[in-house]
């Protein structure tokens, strides 16, 4: 019960780091330029094609290395599929504010499941040497302007 509950905090922690603590006490990131939205949204779409294809070992080798520390093949696969259904089976995706800080990258992402629910994401990203990987995946509600940065 302990593993699920802390399993289950997890994209909690990780916003609140994320967002809220920086040195400076402003906000770390930055509208994207053109190549870090192409670089990030990459990795997001490759992701995206391996949970079409069913291929979890090809969609966890796009998560960070501490994520694929944390999880086998296996358990990410259950992960994703008990916590994320509507990523897992999903329908349509499309993708839209991109920021980043040079370390850290975000991108909200639009899902809409095989059942026909649309929910929105913020994934969370982090540079490992010259390669984005995702971090986290956090549902959030969408602002009136659609914009987060």
Known sequence: MRHWLRLASLPFVAC????CVTPSGEWPLRHSSPEVVRAI????????EAFRDD?????????SAEIQRQFTTAAFERMVKGGYPGIAF?????????ADNGHEGVIEV????????TRSYRYLL????????????VEF????TG???
Request: charged letters at 25%.
């Open 16 to 19: 609140l780091v994320f967002f």
């Open 41 to 48: 949204r990459s990795v997001v779409e490759a992701q995206f």
């Open 55 to 63: 291929d979890y070992s090809r969609a966890r080798s796009y998560a």
């Open 90 to 98: 999903w329908q349509k995706v499309s993708f839209g504010a991109v």
């Open 110 to 117: 639009s899902v809409t499941s095989r059942r026909g629910h």
């Open 126 to 137: 982090i540079r490992e040497g010259e390669l984005w990987r995702i971090n986290g995946v």
């Open 141 to 144: 509600e969408p602002t009136a």
């Open 147 to 149: 914009q987060f940065v």
